[in-house]
T-cell receptor, first 114, second 113 residues
């Protein structure tokens, strides 16, 4: 079985400062990992994905995540926060081949202060 | 390319009533998923279809929930009878065969009173 733990339920940053959203995973196989973003009253949007290629993954809107197997982590970062980044972020692990349903973390709400 | 369509967007019912949700995946996507997202939590898988067959329904409360995808395209999810704890957003997602990437619809927000 696989699981993800998002270490912070809320993160607040000032506009223009770095963003760090932390995620640890547990999996009995080599996982595929994702970050999804959910803006209020909008659908889930894929930010980025790791599927066993490069460990540093670049996504949309300037976000990046680094897969660290030794630490079982997949933290999401952005050098400079923008007001439009305020949303709920989910760290996600995929099931094994053939049963690729996603297991979501509990989410981190990012607030961006002006 | 059209995205995943869901209807209705909102539904309010009383407990013990029945309700149905509809999903039309992205054209050509073989795999379809239904997730339940309770307020303040991440989505949780209810059922996964590949074409018109069920791949995983281990977390579907089968005494009250049912789902079908008869022609391998669109799908319906039904709750009968509804309970207060079924209040949630029901999300449909689809993916191409063999792909990890899932595309989500806007969801149906269900309120059970």
């Amino acid at each position: 079985a696989q699981s993800v733990t998002q270490l912070d339920s809320h993160v607040s940053v000032s506009e223009g400062t770095p963003v760090l959203l932390r995620c640890n995973y547990s999996s009995s196989y080599s996982p595929s990992l994702f970050w999804y973003v959910q803006h209020p009253n909008k659908g889930l949007q894929l930010l980025l994905k790791y599927t066993s290629a490069a460990t540093l993954v670049k996504g949309i809107n300037g976000f990046e995540a680094e897969f660290k197997k030794s630490e079982t982590s997949f933290h999401l970062t952005k050098p400079s926060a923008h007001m439009s980044d305020a949303a709920e972020y989910f760290c996600v692990v995929s099931g094994k081949s053939g049963r690729r349903a996603l297991t979501f973390g509990s989410g981190t709400r990012l607030q961006v202060q002006p | 390319e059209a995205g995943v369509a869901q209807s209705p967007r909102y539904k309010i019912i009383e407990k013990r009533q029945s309700v149905a949700f509809w999903c039309n995946p992205i054209s050509g996507h073989a795999t379809l998923y239904w997730y339940q997202q309770i307020l303040g939590q991440g989505p949780k898988l209810l059922i996964q279809f590949q074409n018109n067959g069920v791949v995983d329904d281990s977390q579907l409360p089968k005494d009250r929930f049912s789902a079908e995808r008869l022609k391998g395209v669109d799908s319906t999810l039904k709750i009968q009878p509804a309970k207060l704890e079924d209040s949630a957003v029901y999300l449909c997602a689809s993916s191409g065969l063999g792909s990890y990437e899932q595309y989500f619809g806007p969801g149906t927000r269900l309120t059970v009173t």
